[in-house]
């Protein structure tokens, strides 16, 4: 599975963007689907995930309330909703599935699979 994502940019303190993964015509409705991100000589941070029917997700506490994950109807895209960014949301996400470990898994562990990685820059 090869996981892609896109819409990735820049954009201005407090404003939005919407990032989207998709697996490039694989079925991966049944995966469990998350985004992460990382900066430069930082550790790898979960930001959310959602359950493979799309009815349950988690965030991370840091973008708790301005971000939102969410899956297409077929369930082979990923979006995520970031409004009121900040500076200190900038970095690189990636988005990560696992046909095995559940939505809560990935948060403390890993997936299997990831995307390549899209730029976000917040600015002024």
């Known amino acids: 599975v090869q996981l892609r994502e896109s819409g990735g940019g820049l954009v201005l303190p407090g404003g939005s963007l919407r990032l989207s993964c998709s697996s490039g015509?694989?079925?991966?409705?049944?995966?469990?689907l998350g985004w992460f991100r990382q900066a430069p000589e930082k550790e790898r941070e979960f930001v959310a995930s959602?359950?493979?029917?799309?009815?349950?997700?988690l965030y991370a506490d840091s973008v708790k309330g301005r971000f939102t994950i969410s899956r297409a109807t077929d369930g082979n895209t990923v979006f995520l909703d970031m409004d009121n960014l900040t500076v200190g949301d900038t970095t690189v996400y990636y988005c990560?599935?696992?046909?095995?470990?559940?939505?809560?898994?990935?948060?403390?562990?890993?997936?299997?699979?990831w995307g390549p990685g899209t730029q976000v820059i917040v600015s002024s």
């Open positions: 990560a599935g696992d046909p095995i470990r559940t939505y809560r898994e990935m948060a403390t562990t890993s997936a299997g699979y």
């Open positions: 015509g694989r079925p991966i409705g049944a995966y469990a």
């Open positions: 959602i359950r493979w029917k799309g009815d349950e997700t």
